[in-house]
T-cell receptor, first 112, second 117 residues
Framework: LAKTTQPISMDSYEGQEVNITCSHN???????ITWYQQFPSQGPRFIIQ???TKVTNEVASLFIPADRKSSTLSLPRVSLSDTAVYYC?????????????FGSGTRLQVQP | GAVVSQHPSWVICKSGTSVKIECRSL??????MFWYRQFPKQSLMLMAT?????????EQGVEKDKFLINHASLTLSTLTVTSAHPEDSSFYIC?????????????FGSGTRLTVV
């Protein structure tokens, strides 16, 4: 499984756009990039998944350059409730038979 | 979307006793479920992979006789921490994937906070 590197922590203020970048230099051809969000004392929650270019849903956008060696999770206009740990994972899209491998994640702190 | 129900959400037990944690997929069948452990301020670490109708696969360093996993049906997996000790105190999380609604990624339970006193 491709290893990922992301910042340990980030700080932001309410209403700002937050971009969290993840490096995955040895991503494989069949690998997808998936981001999860985890609040304290809760299980992680799926945010977004992509393979290339840009993916957008009601929560976030995911930007993936052509070489796919990195990706950026973009959270528009964050609020206090977006304070959480964000994990970037790289692997197959998921048949459900192989576990996810979590890196250290990025701890996002949103200030008022 | 897919829902995984995990119980209990927290438990306090005495050292030497056993604790069972249940994980149910409510609206899909989960042939495979995963059990993770998370210590404070750390990331999730995979403990074992639970397969319906067969023996679980444990990660290196995880004692299979201490962490008993049973996956008797397509919607239920249980993790029993036997002879618990204070060092087993942690946050335990299960996960599974709905093979039909693939776009939703893996679904996680809400976690179980185990405190051994």
């Amino acid at each position: 499984l491709a290893k990922t590197t992301q910042p340990i922590s980030m700080d932001s203020y309410e209403g700002q756009e937050v971009n969290i970048t993840c490096s995955h230099n040895n991503i494989a051809t069949n690998d997808y990039i998936t981001w999860y969000q985890q609040f304290p004392s809760q299980g992680p929650r799926f945010i977004i998944q992509g393979y290339k270019t840009k993916v957008t849903n009601e929560v976030a956008s995911l930007f993936i350059p052509a070489d796919r060696k990195s990706s950026t999770l973009s959270l528009p206009r964050v609020s206090l409730s977006d304070t959480a740990v964000y994990y970037c994972l790289v692997g197959d899209r998921g048949t459900g038979r192989r576990a996810l491998t979590f890196g250290s994640g990025t701890r996002l702190q949103v200030q008022p | 979307g897919a829902v995984v129900s995990q119980h209990p959400s927290w438990v306090i037990c005495k050292s030497g006793t056993s604790v069972k944690i249940e994980c149910r997929s409510l609206d899909f069948q989960a042939t495979t479920m995963f059990w993770y452990r998370q210590f404070p301020k750390q990331s999730l670490m995979l403990m074992a992979t639970s397969n319906e109708g067969s023996k679980a696969t444990y990660e290196q360093g995880v004692e299979k006789d201490k962490f008993l996993i049973n996956h008797a049906s397509l919607t239920l997996s249980t993790l029993t921490v036997t002879s618990a000790h204070p060092e087993d105190s942690s946050f335990y999380i299960c996960s599974a994937r709905d093979g039909v609604r693939q776009g939703d990624g893996y679904t996680f339970g809400s976690g179980t906070r185990l405190t051994v006193v």
